[in-house]
């Protein structure tokens, strides 16, 4: 941070702020330049007063603030307008050094609902010489030389602004003078902000802005803008420019809102400014930079100019990386320091943080992550920017950071925990939440049996008894998940280790684990076919393997979540990406392009769903005979659970409803329509089942010789 006797060179200037007043995109002609004054002014506040705001015709003047005679401006010469500044010295030590500025254009959109969120985005451009008051050039080039906003006694609510009139020369109302905000270079293109100009807008701290030697009674606000080199995109105006080279070029932009109606948007405004010669090179990105393209540009931009001092606002999702950035979290625009008026961003008064599926854990069969909504608000309780955002979480080995800022994914555990999660923006911290995770699949459903997880560690089957598939072994303790499948089903142990019992389809043969297959967190079972992940983010298969489905890729890594469809897998990475591998019939292996952000998967019979972070769903592949299994309800969302079947999807949702899609031949899509309280759901080949909070099982569908449905009296299964 510099010392007062980094920024000691300075003197006085006052600049326009120009716009115009259609609904469209304005610019004017070049305005017409200035004649330099005659008589040299002593470094003071000078006033500029831009009129014809809402008419495509612009005029602007500057006077001295000191002495309001004297005329600095003259439409009559291509030579600019001469401000006299006190350093840097000259040759002879007399520090006589001016600059001189011709206005080059003007421009301005509009954008939002008048007398609402509306805003008129207005800029000014101008051309900077380095010379002197006579207009003859300097001999000492000026580095950095900067433009701030400047507020005294008489000038509105603290602002820089003086005067604010309307279109028949009476005074606007005054509050809009501290509605006037800073803002970077930007255009409107095809309705969208674009920033144009990574080198516009500087913004200091208070500490900073106090340093400045201003004259007394002035304030000098926390902002302002910066003189850029026109040919090498340097911050240095050269010294001994030739007659009429103006080597500098400056932008100041600004947007001020709307009002309920044209007639009272200001016509004119007049506003004071400084300049500065900054011995540090300091680069801002504005709020319209927050962008992808905007910080590009605003990283290249520090790297080409060497920024010693490189600053974003709240709001900017720079992290850091190739260029160390601090965050200005409160930037003042109007009023002292002390009592401020207004600000272009500001610290926030509070911190929520919310879990938009608080009801339910991160658990293996369900969603395995979750983005938590954080939302920061002022003294009024109205949201402002949020962003960057740190976390804390309490308790180590429950959670880990996943995907955007404020996303997080159970790590692989085969129990339950939790954990308190807090958000800080600013210093301001939240109230921490909970954040349950839980390694248990409690009930599974295969093609017409089914399992369920007891609280004390053994399973239930009931349902179809071919191929041995509901014959849970007899000494089977110290479960945590269950899958069903086709012809076959699994239980993964406390310890790591899976059992499995009934066939792998091809020719009857017994369904039995890998020999030494360890550290596995989740089980899934196809048709005929079974997966495991592995606690490293490696994936085990084994089983009928007609259609490769066993087949896992050999660089697949970092998975999180596994699922066994008919003939075809699926896997989750922890990126929130999707892989597919197997039977190809119906598109099922077909990954959306740009997938992302997925939370959980489900793989069917010819079809494949994903739960993304939001709470949506995403289907791809096909039912042959519907044509409709992958495609979810339109307007589906808050779900934090999906699961599939042969030919019928179900999604679970956080207030504890169930929505069910697909075919319908059977009645397994019609979810039984006063079913509340559901924490996992399971589809099986006609049939579905709910898993209730207080353990108990709810079914519906088809319940032919098989007794699928026939859920055996008493049962309480454990819940996740």
Not at 452 to 472: E, I, M, P, Q
């Amino acid at each position: 941070m510099p010392t007062r006797s980094s920024l000691p060179r300075l003197a006085a200037l006052a600049l326009l702020l120009t716009a115009a007043a259609a609904c469209h995109d304005d610019a004017t002609e070049p305005l017409t330049p200035h004649e330099p004054p005659t008589t040299q002014i002593a470094p003071a506040l000078l006033e500029v007063t831009i009129s014809g705001i809402g008419s495509h015709k612009m005029s602007a003047s500057a006077s001295s603030a000191s002495a309001p005679d004297i005329r600095l401006s003259s439409p009559s010469s291509r030579s600019g307008v001469s401000y006299s500044l006190s350093a840097p010295q000259d040759g002879a030590g007399s520090g006589n050094g001016t600059i001189e500025l011709e206005p080059l254009s003007t421009g301005s959109f509009t954008r939002g609902v008048r007398g609402s969120d509306g805003y008129r985005y207005v800029w000014a451009t101008f051309r900077v010489r380095n010379a002197q008051a006579d207009s003859v050039a300097y001999d000492t080039p000026r580095t950095n030389l900067t433009f701030f906003a400047a507020a005294r006694a008489g000038t509105l609510g603290g602002s820089p602004v003086t005067l604010l009139n309307l279109f028949d020369g009476s005074p606007a109302d005054p509050a809009i003078a501290t509605e006037l905000l800073p803002t970077g270079g930007v255009s409107q293109v095809n309705d969208q902000l674009v920033p144009n100009q990574a080198d516009v807008l500087q913004i200091l701290s208070e500490s900073e802005a106090a340093a400045i030697a201003a004259p007394v009674g002035v304030d000098v606000l926390p902002y302002g803008f910066v003189v850029r080199n026109a040919t090498d995109g340097s911050r240095t105006l050269p010294a001994s420019p030739a007659v009429g080279q103006f080597d500098g070029v400056v932008t100041f932009a600004f947007k001020l809102p709307l009002q309920a109606t044209a007639a009272a948007d200001p016509f004119s405004v007049t506003a004071l400014f400084l300049a500065e010669d900054d011995s540090e090179t300091r680069l801002t990105q504005s709020l319209e930079e927050q962008t992808p393209a905007g910080e590009a540009a605003f990283l290249a931009r520090a790297a080409a100019i060497g920024a010693t001092t490189a600053t974003v606002l709240l709001g900017s999702s720079y992290e850091g990386g190739e260029l160390s950035a601090r965050v200005m979290c409160s930037v003042r625009t109007a009023g002292p320091s002390a009592s401020p008026a207004a600000y272009l961003v500001k610290t926030p008064a509070s911190v929520m943080i919310s879990n938009p599926f608080s009801g339910f854990p991160l658990w293996a069969n369900g969603s395995v992550a979750r983005d938590l909504d954080v939302m920061a608000l002022d003294e009024s309780g109205t949201p402002i920017a949020d962003r960057p955002v740190s976390w804390s979480v309490g308790t180590p080995g429950v959670l880990t950071a996943w995907g955007s800022e404020g996303a997080f994914r159970m790590l692989p555990r085969l129990d339950r925990a939790s954990t308190e999660v807090s958000a800080s923006i600013c210093g301001v911290s939240s109230d921490p939440i909970t954040v349950r995770t839980s390694g248990f699949s409690p009930i599974a459903s295969g093609e017409r049996h089914s399992l369920a997880l007891r609280s004390d560690g053994t399973v239930v089957a009931w349902g179809d008894t071919t191929y041995g598939k509901a014959n849970v072994p007899a000494d089977l303790t110290g479960v945590v998940q269950v899958a069903a499948g086709g012809t076959h089903s699994l239980a993964l142990k406390n310890d790591g280790t899976v059992v499995a019992w009934g066939t792998d389809f091809s020719k009857n043969i017994p369904m039995v684990a890998p020999a030494g297959l360890t550290g596995v967190v989740q089980v899934s079972a196809g048709w005929g076919h079974a997966l495991a992940l592995k606690s490293d983010g490696t994936v085990v298969a084994w089983g009928y393997n007609y259609y490769h489905q066993t087949e896992v890729p050999t660089d697949l890594t970092d998975v999180v979540q596994v699922s066994a469809g008919h003939y075809h897998s699926l896997a989750l990475k922890s990126d929130g990406t999707v892989v597919a591998w197997g039977y190809q019939f119906s598109g099922q292996l077909d990954v959306p392009e740009g997938l992302t952000d997925v939370v959980q998967i489900a793989a069917g019979q010819t079809f494949s769903l994903a739960l993304k972070s939001d709470g949506t769903v995403v289907g791809w592949g096909t039912d042959p005979e519907t044509g409709g299994t992958e495609t979810p309800p339109a307007g589906l969302k808050g779900v934090v659970q999906v699961a599939t079947s042969y030919d019928h999807a179900l999604a679970l949702k956080s207030d504890g409803t169930v929505v069910g899609w697909g075919r319908n031949l059977s009645g397994e899509m019609d979810v039984p329509t006063d079913l509340t309280g559901v924490v996992q759901v399971a589809g099986g080949f006609d049939f579905s089942l709910a898993l209730k909070s207080d353990g108990t099982v709810v079914a519906w569908g088809s319940n032919n010789v098989e007794h699928q449905m026939d859920i055996p009296t008493g049962l309480v299964v454990t819940v996740p």
